[in-house]
Structures are given as structure tokens and as C-alpha cells.
């Protein structure tokens, strides 16, 4: 893991632990846009939409998995400013929540969104960065940044 994966991934590993540490200090119950966004402390014992509640011990085994993939991913990727950023939220987020579940025996999540009547499994800061990871990795697949030759078969699979 070059410097720049390393910087970003403990930088969101800070901030998702501290925002994750204030709310449940305040016990917070904030609402930012009536209807729309509200910041409230809830406590996942599950993955997202609470699958897999009360499996503590299978998720962190599912997160060290993921995490040790994810750093012989690294090596098959490019090594450019997208990547590297891709790769850095990626393992702080993974590494985020995974704390909370070796040292809480749940994930802290705040953020709380609702559109129309819809309302979306309550979330954290590092849930946005494995999701913006996740995204910005797809781009970089698509647009052909892996190592071995592999370079380019993106833009030819768009071709077709």
C-alpha cells in the first residue's frame, strides 16, 4: 500500500471514528432538512438493511477477507491519483466500521435520509467512502487501469 492509499485510508478511519464518537457522546437527534435529512444515532449489530443482525463474528471475518483481497487488488491496479483514492476509502471505510464491530459489537451509524416515503437504511461516513470507492474502482475497471496488459480491454469492451 503506497503513501497516498495509506494517508486517505487512516484520514476517513479519524474522521468516521470521531463524527461516530460524537453522536453517540450527544446521543444526537438532529434534524438537518425536515423530512428529507436527520442525524440520529442508531446502533447496527447487522450489515446494511441490519442483514446478518447479531452475526458480529462472521462480519469481521467477512471484513478482514475483503480487506485482505482488496490489498492484492491493489497491486493489479494502476498506480494513478483515481486508484489510489479508490483504494483509500476503501480500506478506511472497511476498516471504520470494522473497529466499531471489534470494539463495540455493533456499527455506529448517524446519518439518516428519507425521499419521499422511502427511507434508506441509516448510514455512516465510512459507508459514503466504501460506496464512493466502490465507484470510482468500477470507472477505473471500465476504463481499462489494470495492470498486465489488461490495459485498455475497458474502452474495447465498450466498443462492441
Given amino acids: 500500500m503506497n503513501k497516498s492509499k495509506a494517508i486517505i485510508a487512516i484520514i476517513i478511519l479519524i474522521i468516521d471514528q470521531i463524527t461516530k464518537s460524537l453522536m453517540q457522546i450527544n446521543n444526537a437527534n438532529i434534524n438537518i432538512i425536515e423530512g428529507f435529512l436527520k442525524l440520529k444515532y442508531y446502533q447496527n449489530t447487522g450489515a446494511a438493511w441490519s442483514i446478518l443482525e447479531g452475526y458480529s463474528t462472521l462480519l469481521i471475518v467477512i471484513s478482514v477477507i475483503i480487506l485482505i ?58 459507508d459514503i467512502s466504501i460506496v464512493i470507492g466502490v465507484l470510482l474502482l468500477v470507472f477505473s475497471t471500465i476504463k481499462g487501469e489494470i495492470k498486465n496488459g489488461n490495459k485498455g480491454q475497458g474502452r474495447a469492451l465498450k466498443n462492441r
Wanted: proline share 2%; hydrophobic share 50%.
Fill in 69 to 126: 483481497l482488496l490489498f492484492n487488488m491493489m497491486y493489479s491496479y494502476e498506480d494513478n491519483k483515481i486508484n489510489n483514492i479508490s483504494f483509500g476509502l476503501l480500506v478506511g471505510g472497511i476498516l471504520g466500521n470494522l473497529a466499531d464491530r471489534i470494539f463495540c459489537s455493533f456499527v455506529r451509524d448517524f446519518i439518516a435520509i428519507k425521499i419521499f416515503s422511502y427511507q434508506f437504511p441509516v448510514f455512516n461516513i465510512a
